[in-house]
């Protein structure tokens, strides 16, 4: 049996639970502090603007992208049939990649965030070159992954390493838009459709492939079922590199973008149907196979109910990219439940999923408690289900106040309307949903203690099996 060196996804794994906890912690507190009792803690250094930076970048970059690194340096040697290309230059990447991390985000309160979704890190803190180091930390994640696939001892390619080196080459190309090119273009509309190619393929390009790479290896290996169809796998990948990159403008609808993007985006975006209903397929065929597995098993639950999720995000952005709809749901609080659905309820419960058989396997343990596993996953689906529900009922009756301005024939009218309907009426008139949606953060957070809870006790407490008990 081939002993795989674990150490690197350790490094990557075990401090993004941690930092999951802070971000999601920083979520709940702006729920309450800046939408249902605005500014109760008030000061310069925790007003919204300097501290959802805090929460985007920890949830996206300290827990997401760096768990989800974890997990590949923990599958892709095990694809491959040997150890990770070189334990030495994961270390030094892990390094460079928390201190960046670590300085970066928490240096947001006191000014350093520029305002660009998603590519907040600033480029210097003092003498410290945060971005460049940071993108010197995914040069090493990527040589070393993509090595260990170089020399890998099987010779065919599993699909998950086909999502994965897609990952390695998209991260790389869309982490330096987003982080590098934003810096050098000139102001304008070519500088916003430059950072929502980034905003938009964060999703698309990184977390999409990095998820679907973790469903593709996780699903079968907890079923013990293979996978349904490998063609249709291919084609899930195929059409994921070919129709993403283009769907970033549909948040530009209506906007003063030339008329041709746009409606090229709107085309690509009704596309993506195309590998959102083979990944589906492939998943859902597989489990059918033997749906008592997912009564058995939390991991397989996160798994599918991830891939429900994914479903429904995947048939709201092209649903939102159409110009009628667009016209309700733009910039609303329907757009943050569908970022929250693929980001949170597709993406983080594969990620969940994975560390529920990958921690096990590397501390050669069983799980500590099934029953705070169950408790987990009741409590991140309920509290996701009213966390998601309350943002999409209430944004899009937010987008249908907004537009009543637009009911008239004259600009009487219009403007009588305005009179009749304030835009700080609309504001106060969606207080209700945000309680909800606060209620429903704090669950998912109670849920997410108590998984983090089982993992340090399983990682810590219980005597060693053998690797063959639990691999």
Known sequence: MTAYDDRPAKLFIYPSIFFMLIGMFVGVFLAFNSFIFPDYFSGEHIHFGRVRPVHVSTVTLSWLLSVDVGLMFYFVPRLCGISIWSAPLAFVGAGLWWCTLLLGTNSFPWGTNWGWEYAELPMWI??????????????????????????????????????????LIWTTFTVFVGNFALDWLPGGMSKVNASWFYVHNLVGLIYTPMGLAIVYYFLPKLANIPIYSHRLSMIGFWSIAFIYAWIGTHHQI?????????????????????????????????????????????????????????????????????????????KTDWVIGHSH?????????????????????????????????????????????????????GGFLQGLMWANWADGSSYAEFHDNLMRLPFLQTIANTREWWILRGIGGLIILVGNFLFAINIYNTVVLKKALSPVQVE
Request: hydrophobic share 55%; with cysteine.
């Open 254 to 330: 209506h906007g003063p973008m030339s008329q041709w993007l746009q409606t090229t985006s709107i085309v690509f975006s009704i596309w993506l149907f195309i590998p959102v209903w083979t990944v589906v397929h492939n998943f859902m065929a597989t489990i059918q196979r033997d749906w008592r597995k997912y009564v058995e098993s939390v991991p397989i639950r996160f798994l599918i109910m991830g891939v429900i999720f994914y479903l429904i995000t995947c048939v709201q952005g092209p649903l939102m990219a159409l110009r009628n709809v667009n016209e309700i749901t733009s």
């Open 341 to 393: 659905i693929s980001l949170y309820g597709a993406f983080t419960f594969f990620a969940i999923a994975g560390i529920y058989q990958a921690v096990p396997v590397m501390s050669q343990k069983p799980l500590w408690s099934n029953k705070l596993a169950e408790w987990h996953f009741s409590l991140n689906l309920w509290g996701s289900l009213l966390f998601l529900l309350s943002l999409w009922i």
């Open 126 to 167: 003092s003498w410290i070159p945060i971005k460049f180091f940071f993108g010197i930390s995914w040069v090493f994640i990527a040589v070393n992954l993509f090595m260990t696939i170089f020399c890998r001892r099987f010779e065919k390619l599993y699909v998950s390493l086909w999502y994965c080196m897609g990952t």
